[in-house]
């Protein structure tokens, strides 16, 4: 399926775009950034799939991924990325907008002690990250 510029323009795309700076249409599914990603194999779906998704126009399937939210941040992606996208900046658009339609993934106070006691200090960061809107 042959893509145009026209097909691919969209609200969600332009808002993305407006949060993040980034402009999914550049991926062209190299897989760099999933190949990269110290967190693949927890996710649902992968970092270049989120991105194809939203190529595509499936935002919907895109943001109810919990590939989104196990996302650390770390920027591996971003640094392999031979087009210069940042998937993790992607991300945090895509929760952002989550957040702005009132859809909370998980509520800090009810995360168990035990497991922020064994997380690695990556994934606690981003996570705090993730709640706190930096």
Partial sequence: MLLSRLQTEDEVI???AAISGQDVR???????????????SAMDLMPNQILRL???????????????????SCLTCAARCPKDVDPARVMDALRTLLLRRGLVHVEIPKVPADLLAEAPQQALIG????????
């Fill in 26 to 40: 550049a991926c062209y599914q190299c897989g760099k950034c999933t190949a990269g990603c110290p967190l693949a």
């Fill in 14 to 16: 332009a808002e993305i």
């Fill in 54 to 72: 939203l190529q595509l126009g499936q935002h919907e399937q895109a943001l109810q991924s919990r590939t989104i939210w196990q996302c650390a």
């Fill in 127 to 134: 996570g705090f990250r993730k709640f706190v809107g930096y």
